[in-house]
Structure formats: structure tokens, C-alpha cells
DNA sequence: TTAGTGATATCC
DNA sequence: GATATCACTAAA
């Protein structure tokens, strides 16, 4: 039986949270019962107002006001106004930690990911603990982790944008 | 390489 | 109210 990640899972620093993430699998529920899968093969960490990458970054606001908030949530976040970009808050209550997810095995592409899993801004602040439309499981599987710079963030800066807070499944 | 897209934030 | 910006994708 696989294991459904709790409140304890998401609430440890995004750092270690985002590469854990990586190998386990989102599964969505539908309205009418059927279950969409999908194992998760690349992660990104956002963490701390300082992380000029971050959207905390720019300050507390009411669309950032989520990620200060409580482990578990679900950050879903319209991009270029045809994307929606699914994250999930991690670390302590008053700190703005969040993990993006990337891609997935079958998707490559936070746009089409959510695409496939039907994820829209109804989901924003929903949570992964107890849900019934969404959840993630572990199935045991361990890939190794590949880290990189993350990508599609040049403004931030020489620093932030070359730290290594991608993670990325080499698919064993 | 470039266009398209719309919510948010910031500037009048 | 108006403009600038963006954690992207598809088409060319």
C-alpha cells in the first residue's frame, strides 16, 4: 500500500522537501472517480524573502500571503495568463518556502502538467493533507537526484539564478 | 525567435 | 485607471 504524504512530509525545509518530492507520485481524483497519475520528476525550491526568485521577495501580499502560510497548501498561480503553475508550501508558518512542481514523467512543463491533471486557480489554497481531489503518494521508489540551476528566472540575479535548487529525477 | 495571454503589483 | 512584469508554451 502506498504511503499518502501528510502535514510532517511538507513541513521541513523546502530544501529538503524538494528533492524528496522528486520520484513520488501526484495523484488527482476527478469528480467522477477516476484518478489521473503521474510520478514527479523535477522539482524547484523557492525559499525565503531573500531567494530573489522567490515571490515573497518583493514583500507580503495578498497572492504571496499563501506561502508564509501553512505547510501542505497548494499554491496555484497563473503565469503569462495561460499557465498554471502548481506549488506546494513547505517549511514553518511564517516563513515563505515553496516548491514548484516542474515536470513529471509523461509532462514535460509546469503548464502541462497542470494541464493533464486539471489544475486551475480553484485550487489555490487547497491543501495536500486530507484532500480528496488531490494527493501525493510513495510508492518507495528512490531515484537519484540530478541538481541544477533553476530556469526562467534571469531577473533575479547572478546569484539566485545560478544556486542549485532544481531537482531532477535521472529516471533509475 | 517571437507572439500571445491575463492576474498582480506598481505607478500615476 | 494605466502600465509593466512574469516560475511558459506553441508556432515558425
Not at 484518478?35 to 522567490?54: N, P, V
Request: hydrophobic share 30%.
Amino acid at each position: 500500500m502506498n504511503k499518502i504524504l501528510t502535514y510532517d512530509f511538507f513541513r521541513r525545509d523546502a530544501l529538503k522537501v524538494a528533492p524528496d518530492l522528486v520520484g513520488k507520485i501526484l495523484v488527482r481524483t476527478l469528480e467522477d472517480g477516476t484518478e489521473l497519475r503521474e510520478r514527479i520528476s523535477e522539482t524547484e525550491a523557492y525559499r525565503g524573502e531573500e531567494d530573489k526568485g522567490c515571490h515573497a521577495s518583493r514583500g507580503r501580499t495578498k497572492r504571496t500571503e499563501l506561502l508564509y502560510g501553512e505547510s501542505g497548501v497548494i499554491y496555484v498561480y497563473l503565469c503569462y495568463g495561460v499557465h498554471w503553475l502548481m506549488n506546494v508550501i513547505t517549511g514553518e508558518k511564517d516563513q515563505p518556502q515553496g516548491v514548484l512542481f516542474r515536470c513529471g514523467e509523461l509532462h514535460s512543463g509546469p503548464g502541462k502538467l497542470t494541464k493533464f491533471l486539471k489544475i486551475d486557480g480553484s485550487f489555490n489554497g487547497e491543501s495536500f493533507c486530507g484532500n480528496e481531489k488531490i494527493r501525493i503518494e510513495d510508492d518507495g521508489f528512490r531515484p537519484d537526484i540530478i541538481t541544477a540551476p533553476r530556469v526562467g528566472i534571469d531577473y533575479a540575479g547572478d546569484y539566485w539564478k545560478n544556486v542549485e535548487w532544481r531537482f531532477i529525477s535521472n529516471g533509475k
